[in-house]
């Protein structure tokens, strides 16, 4: 049993434990305080939002729908690894659960089957909603999931919890199946996985790096002020039908080091019309493995085809970001190359 955490001690708590925190219109006043109690609070539920794209899930969880109000949850993961504030105080995200489980998790015990729905979650628990379709092939990234351990851990050890206090929709009320579906790397969302890496973090200060197993030392504080990203590059270069080639904009590698970023690759080429060329960022991890961002897909047409394709992301001080494109004609009997004349990339990055 705790009070909850103000709104700024909650936003300190999720930096301190290295999240990357958007704060999303006026999230420190908007919650449902009107329609019951918010407090005391005994531990945080795991959603998935059943949605796609990062600014429309978190427009969602903010306003609600016609049958169900927002804010939907305290704070949506996104994809990117961004976690964004939506709400502080009452949400309607755990509706009518299982007071047994709640019993198990204030005890911070083993939990029971959740077969009854007699008790009011909204008021007792910390909600996140991260994106995902719930389809059960949507992806989680890892640098999504890893948001959403690192947010779950911040609230426990912000409170003095262990990692029994973290449990999934799915765990809390009857007929739920959320959190649901692949995560890069560690096969399905398993509740007993999450909160094993919750406790693994709380063993460590709170400036834990899992990739190094050891803590950063000094913690490391993100800039306030964005910095420009600002490359430009008039160089001819050929692109091959249906095969993914990493482009160079003044080098290959966009940004490196410790960033968050939000950045947009610009490219024009001739593309013959009705044929496509595809583009997205990716991190180069140190052992050559990647995170890949979102496809984007974009049309030739007549003349000159300008597209331009974004991505917000994190990256670890041993991470690259770079960008690469796809073509395909029309034709797929088609074997003739295309060749992009001007490429640059322009965003902003936190260090």
């Given at each position: ?151 779950a851990a911040a ?113 024009q080429a001739v ?81």
């Open positions: 049993m705790a009070t909850p955490l103000s709104a700024s001690a909650l936003l300190a708590a999720l930096k301190a434990e290295g999240c990357h925190v958007a704060e999303y219109r006026s999230w420190r006043t908007h919650n449902r305080n009107h329609k019951g109690a918010w407090g005391p609070v005994h531990g945080v539920v795991i959603h998935h939002t059943v949605s796609s794209g990062e600014d429309s899930s978190v427009a969602l969880c903010y306003n609600g729908h016609a049958d169900l109000p927002g804010p939907l949850c305290h704070t949506v993961g996104g994809k990117s690894g961004k976690l964004y504030m939506v709400g502080h105080g009452r949400a309607n995200h755990a509706g009518s659960g299982d007071g047994d489980v709640l019993q198990a998790v204030i005890d911070e015990r083993a939990l029971p089957a959740d077969n009854e729905a007699n008790t009011d979650g909204n008021s007792r628990f910390y909600g996140i909603e991260i994106v995902n379709l719930g389809n059960g092939k949507d992806q989680y990234p890892a640098v999504q999931y890893d948001a959403a351990v690192r947010w609230i426990c050890r912000a409170h003095g919890w262990g990692a029994a206090s973290v449990i999934g929709h799915k765990e809390w009320q009857p007929g739920k199946i959320d959190p649901h579906g692949p995560v890069e790397g560690r096969g399905d969302f398993s509740m007993d996985r999450f909160r094993a890496d919750v406790a693994e973090r709380l063993k460590h200060p709170a400036s834990w790096s899992a990739d190094s197993k050891t803590p950063a030392t000094p913690s490391i504080q993100e800039d306030d002020v964005p910095h420009a990203i600002g490359r430009y590059d008039t160089t001819d270069r050929t692109i091959v039908p249906r095969k993914w080639t990493t482009l160079s904009i003044d080098g290959v590698d966009l940004l490196t080091g410790a960033t968050h970023y939000q950045a947009m690759a610009h490219i593309v013959p019309p009705g044929s496509t060329i595809q583009g997205r960022f990716y991190h180069l991890r140190k052992d050559n493995t990647r995170w890949t961002g979102p496809l984007i897909e974009r049309i030739g047409t007549d003349g000159s085809t300008f597209a331009d394709f974004h991505n917000a992301g994190s990256v670890v001080d041993t991470e690259r970001v770079r960008f690469e494109v796809i073509y395909y004609p029309a034709d797929s009997d088609d074997q003739k190359s295309i060749t992009i004349n001007t490429a640059y990339c322009r965003g902003l990055y936190w260090k």
